[in-house]
């Protein structure tokens, strides 16, 4: 099955680390940190995506709805259906209270914040 864009579904995590993410403007607010894997559903919790900071100095966290990733083949980056303001407004912690214990809390505001459907329902 296909993604949205038309890409596979299939991807090596290796590849996803570093990639770039733009919001629906087509700006470049991060990237691709790191990904939380939910190992009972067997499926990704969600992309752990830094935004702004130099050098990571001020970065701030994101926990992101993995199906809101859409790769797009031109950005050679991910596009996110989501406004500056809402990304800047959203959920965000260090990478390690976000990678913390089981990351359920974490992933249940991501999903709340963002209206996305919960894989897990």
Do not use: C
């Not at 700006?27 to 990704?44: R, S």
């Not at 900071?53 to 596009?79: A, Q, R």
Request: aromatic share 12%.
């Amino acid at each position: 099955m296909p993604t949205p864009s038309g890409h596979t579904t299939a991807i090596p995590a290796s590849r996803t680390i570093g990639t770039s993410v733009y919001n629906m403007d087509g700006e470049k607010i991060g990237k691709v940190e790191d990904v939380m894997l939910d190992k009972t559903e067997n499926t990704i919790m969600f992309a752990v995506v830094g935004f702004g900071g130099f050098l990571g100095i001020g970065e701030k966290y994101h926990p992101l709805p993995w199906s809101s990733l859409d790769y797009n083949k031109d950005k050679d980056g991910y596009i996110v259906p989501f406004s500056k303001e809402q990304l800047e407004a959203a959920p965000a912690d260090s990478i390690d209270e976000l990678t913390r214990n089981d990351g359920r809390q974490v992933r249940d505001a991501a999903y709340s914040y963002y209206k996305v459907q919960p894989y897990w329902l």
